[in-house]
T-cell receptor, first 118, second 111 residues
């Protein structure tokens, strides 16, 4: 159990367009979902923390109007990159956790979405 | 100073050798510690949690020294399949689920 999916797995778009990435916990409900970004040869950097039914909390330096997060249910969070530019090209990874229920402090990562903006 | 620091490597190690990675963290309030493994162009996967008492999982041994704010990972009898980037990860105080990742240490096992 504890599978997290992301869709799409990769996307290429033109500069100025918006891209939506979905993150789903397939077999569990997660209190919180997290969005990370990873540039080549760098580590994962947390962009925002998303709790179901409330506004996301963004890390310093991340523009909330550019990276829109919607967390409509305990199994789905979406990240929309608005007016994407080449510098937004990166590997976007979500994680979900902990699971509701008995104490479990592990986060489960989705497979990532590779975004290329031309 | 970075919150979590690791030697980026690369470490090129012959198959069968023992290799050790170290990591330091700056926030003394951190409560949970992990080693993740990340293969190229893939998501990170949990390798093991790290406890003060030390813990072992097969060929892998992790250790935490809270006084020195230092975490280690030892891999014995390394296999070709161990080639990956190893990420040191720290989580804050209870209720703060945010994970902070180190930059990772790249390991290549040489046949």
């Amino acid at each position: 159990g504890a599978v997290v999916s992301q869709h799409p797995s990769w996307v290429i778009c033109k500069s100025g367009t918006s891209v939506k990435i979905e993150c789903r916990s397939l077999d569990f409900q997660a209190t919180t979902m997290f969005w990370y970004r990873q540039f080549p040869k760098q580590s994962l950097m947390l962009m925002a923390t998303s709790n179901e039914g409330s506004k996301a909390t963004y890390e310093q330096g991340v523009e909330k109007d550019k990276f829109l997060i919607n967390h409509a249910s305990l199994t789905l969070s979406t990240l929309t990159v608005t007016s994407a530019h080449p510098e937004d090209s990166s590997f976007y990874i979500c994680s979900a956790g902990p699971r509701l229920g008995p104490l479990n402090n592990e986060q489960f990562f989705g497979p990532g979405t590779r975004l290329t903006v031309l | 100073r970075k919150e979590v620091e690791q030697d980026p490597g690369p470490f090129n190690v012959p198959e069968g050798a023992t290799v050790a990675f170290n990591c330091t963290y700056s926030n003394s309030a951190s409560q949970s510690f992990f080693w993740y493994r990340q293969d190229c162009r893939k998501e990170p996967k949990l390798l093991m949690s790290v406890y003060s008492s030390g813990n072992e999982d097969g060929r892998f041994t992790a250790q935490l020294n809270r006084a020195s704010q230092y975490i280690s990972l030892l891999i014995r009898d390394s296999k070709l399949s161990d080639s990956a980037t190893y990420l040191c990860v720290v989580r804050g105080y209870f209720g703060n689920e945010k994970l902070t990742f180190g930059t990772g240490t790249r390991l290549t096992i040489i046949p």
